[in-house]
């Protein structure tokens, strides 16, 4: 399957998330609900990785084992603040916010992996910005 459809279901699958987890959130602690979130995430790719037979670890080298448990620090820092945002904003202000996390990936993209922009992406990029800009009035 293309990327592009793969990026669709999983905007599909976010914008779905912040509705079920602000559901999730009320009446608990936000860092009670973090913990179960990450308890089903982590149940779900452990069986996929068996599933499908990816569970090999030793294939792992150590930049793969730092920059994964890198990542799944970013992940945990953004969950943990997407949750307390969620307790205290409508899905409607913070997902919007949160979405600011494409114009970060991109930028970052340029920095450290040295990707390439287009004009495309840098008038995406200030859409995006401004669209942000507007929600938070």
């Known amino acids: 399957m293309d990327y592009r459809i793969w990026a669709i ?3 599909v699958f976010a914008g779905a998330t912040a509705v079920l987890a602000k559901k999730g959130v009320e009446g608990v602690p936000s860092n009670l609900a973090l913990a179960v979130r990450v308890a089903f ?3 779900f790719s452990v069986g996929l990785a068996l599933a499908t037979k990816q569970g090999a670890l030793q294939s792992l080298t150590k930049q793969n084992w730092l920059f ?3 990542s799944a620090v970013a992940t945990w820092l953004s969950w943990l603040c997407y949750f307390r945002a969620l307790q205290g904003g409508d899905v409607a202000r913070v997902a919007p916010i949160d979405k600011l996390s494409f114009v970060v990936a991109m930028v970052l993209g340029v920095l450290v992996l040295k990707e390439k922009v287009d004009a495309g992406l840098i008038v995406g ?7 942000v800009l507007i929600t938070l009035r």
């Open 125 to 131: 990029s200030l859409l995006i910005l401004i669209g």
């Open 41 to 43: 995430v982590l149940a």
């Open 68 to 70: 994964l448990g890198l």
């Open 9 to 11: 279901l999983s905007a």
